[in-house]
């Protein structure tokens, strides 16, 4: 037995506000002007019928009041709240029925009724109000500390050895060995069924997976065209005559980075392609250009309203309400906003610490940019024309930024007329799936850039059909450590890490004025350990929404405090899908590029987590929590002259 992953043994049951009853409309809150259902709990449209409940339905336990049976309002999923009354479940408001129910009296409404989750008994339905569930699985090290073992051995081999591929794939074989007990063919089966080909070919994240992987490729192959072509050789001419100084190429960097916020993983690979040849002229180091991505990408997304992490973020909040959430919650992303002035600060000030500051000096007295072997080396001796234009090289980038944006709208339904996001961006896009719209956008942008190099007369076809294989060379070690990658997560996850973790952060909700810091660290350490910023969000996001009331000062600081979190783990952990990304954009070895930016990012998150600490005693006094962000401020910028003043030393 294990406690309830449901309501980790509080034995309450876990819907919002429950007393028992059903909780008012989302949309309206009950005060009769639902924009669906204009107060009659069924949806408006000539398509409604009155329809016979399914006694059968495990949605509504067979009294018809969910969207399984009925078209009825879907913000309210057949409530009736939105008038401010309950569809009574026995006449259904039908007016032949109702003349005689005795339940609504005949009025076609209830003022309450039963709790859709638990149907009025208040305690949890998933444990019976026992706290303890079966574990879904017979290992001994289920739901315990042990669970986080696997990705630690990962990280700490990567980390020792400087092999990224063998130590991913001895903590995935740990993970599979603890998950059965160190059954060998139990082992080996969980390994490659359920996490290696699962996570390409298995009915939960094998579509989206594959999805990126196409999307790396293809972004690969423009990548490869790009230099072919002599885009890339241009812009760098183009550069070296407008571009005069390392600060200029460093914050250059730092505004394409920045503009370019859509999505992480394209942000990397685009803002690598394009300012690596900017970079080398001005003898920047790939860790240090790696560094600059990384720190543009997930940081930047995280605080963009219109980005693929908006939309998860929406689609993580559980009361209808997570857009307005996430915008809310921007100006609290401690991490996120100190990343930023820290990267601007480091390049402005000219300051670097630790293994970072080794790499610089290799660049600029050596003009040695990786210090040590370039494991990209056959990726960059691609031949060039020199007949290049700075436009062969932005055509491709402004095409590949408009086909994914209208890539991300596509996929969240913005031309169908049936969908509520028609013609709604904000709608179409909280509800986009970012592998598809990244795939169909990147697909489209390749063929238009192939178009347009035909009509310069760049390239001929053949010699653009020879780059794509070679743009696909190019990504395969991004893509093997991602597989590897998304492999360990699996095994984390069915060891019930997450279920562990999301335990710890309900334990703490006594100590409010510590909760923020809590947060933070807790969400630091799962995406650490897991490396995914994402599933971090769809474990925390939840679990303060529980803990916390809306009207509840800290509330918005903490689910901002579980983005701050997920981000800076993501960002120190070596097996997070957007490192492997920002490595592969500056086409740096991994391995230096997270050894050189976990002090950066150890130092902002120690900050960070300094100043949710005053945020949570702000909160809990009265005080406006903002002033958090100042204080924040003011305490990065001061620990960047202290360390402007020992490295003149």
């Not at 009265?622 to 910028?637: C, E, K, R, S, Y």
């Amino acid at each position: 037995m294990v406690p309830c992953t449901e309501c980790y043994g509080d034995t309450h049951c876990p819907a919002a506000g429950c007393q028992g009853e059903a909780a008012p409309c989302t949309l309206c809150e009950g005060s009769g002007t639902c924009a669906d259902c204009q107060g009659t709990g069924f949806a408006v449209s000539e398509s409604t019928t009155i329809y016979t409940p399914n006694p059968d339905c495990e949605d509504c336990s067979g009294i018809g009041l969910c969207k399984t049976c009925a078209p009825l309002c879907e913000s309210c999923e057949g409530s009736g709240i939105c008038s401010g009354k309950i569809l009574c479940p026995d006449c259904l408001n039908d007016e032949t029925a109702k003349k005689t129910c005795d339940s609504c009296e005949m009025s076609g409404f209830l003022d309450t009724t039963d709790c859709t989750t638990c149907h009025g008994d208040r305690i949890c339905p998933t444990c019976e109000g026992s706290g303890e569930i079966e574990s879904p699985c017979d290992s001994k090290f289920f739901f315990s500390p042990w669970a986080l073992l696997p990705a630690v051995i990962a990280i700490v081999l990567a980390l020792i050895t400087k092999e990224v591929y063998s130590s991913l794939f001895i903590g995935i074989l740990a993970g599979g060995l603890m998950y059965a007990n160190f059954n060998l063919v139990g082992a080996w089966n969980h390994v490659f069924n359920d996490g290696i080909i699962a996570s390409l070919a298995g009915p939960d994240d094998g579509a989206y997976n594959t999805g990126i992987l196409v999307f790396l490729v293809i972004l690969g192959a423009m990548v490869c065209l790009m230099n072919r072509a002599g885009g890339s050789a241009a812009f760098g001419r183009w550069a070296e005559k407008h571009i005069k100084s390392r600060v200029g190429a460093q914050l250059a960097s730092i505004l394409l980075g920045c503009l370019i916020f859509i999505d992480d993983y394209f942000n990397c690979l685009t803002v690598g392609s394009v300012m690596r040849p900017v970079a080398d002229k001005h003898k920047i180091s790939r860790a240090k250009l790696s560094y600059i991505i990384d720190a543009t990408a997930a940081p930047v997304c995280i605080i963009a309203p219109i980005s693929s992490w908006a939309a998860a973020v929406s689609g993580f909040a559980e009361d209808g309400q997570g857009f307005n959430l996430f915008l809310r919650a921007i100006p609290y992303n401690f991490y996120a906003l100190l990343t930023i002035v820290m990267m601007l600060g480091l390049v402005i000030m000219k300051v670097d610490f630790g293994p970072m500051a080794k790499h610089e000096r290799n660049a600029m007295d050596n003009g040695d940019l990786f210090s040590g072997a370039n494991e990209y080396a056959n990726a960059e001796g691609e031949a060039a024309s020199d007949k290049g234009i700075v436009m062969d090289l932005l055509f491709p980038v402004i095409s590949l930024i408009i086909c994914c944006v209208i890539g991300m709208i596509y996929s969240g339904h913005f031309f169908d007329a049936t969908s509520d996001s028609y013609r709604s961006f904000q709608v179409a896009f909280s509800e986009s799936d970012a592998s598809v719209g990244l795939m169909l956008g990147s697909a489209v942008a390749l063929i238009i850039t192939m178009v347009y190099y035909m009509i310069r007369r760049s390239m001929k076809f053949k010699d653009m059909m020879g780059a794509i294989p070679e743009g696909f060379k190019a990504m395969v070690p991004a893509i093997l450590i991602l597989i590897f990658a998304w492999t360990l997560k699996t095994m984390t996850d069915s060891l019930g890490a997450k279920y562990f973790v999301a335990a710890l952060v309900k334990s703490a909700s006594g100590i409010q004025f510590l909760l923020p810091l809590i947060v933070f660290a807790v969400g630091c350490v799962l995406a650490f350990a897991t490396g995914t910023s994402w599933g971090t969000f769809g474990i925390l996001i939840p679990i303060v929404q529980s803990a916390l009331p809306a009207d509840n000062a800290l509330m918005i600081v903490c689910i901002s405090a579980c983005m701050a979190g997920a981000v800076c783990g993501d960002h120190c952990s070596p097996i997070s899908d957007t490192t492997i990304m920002a490595s592969a954009g500056a086409q740096c070895n991994h391995v230096n590029h997270v050894s050189t930016q976990l002090p950066y990012a150890i130092s902002c998150a120690v900050i960070s987590g300094i100043t949710y600490l005053i945020a949570g005693v702000l909160g809990m006094v009265g005080a406006p929590t903002i002033i958090a962000l100042p204080v924040g401020i003011v305490l990065m910028l001061g620990f960047l002259l202290i360390m402007k003043r020992d490295q003149k030393k």
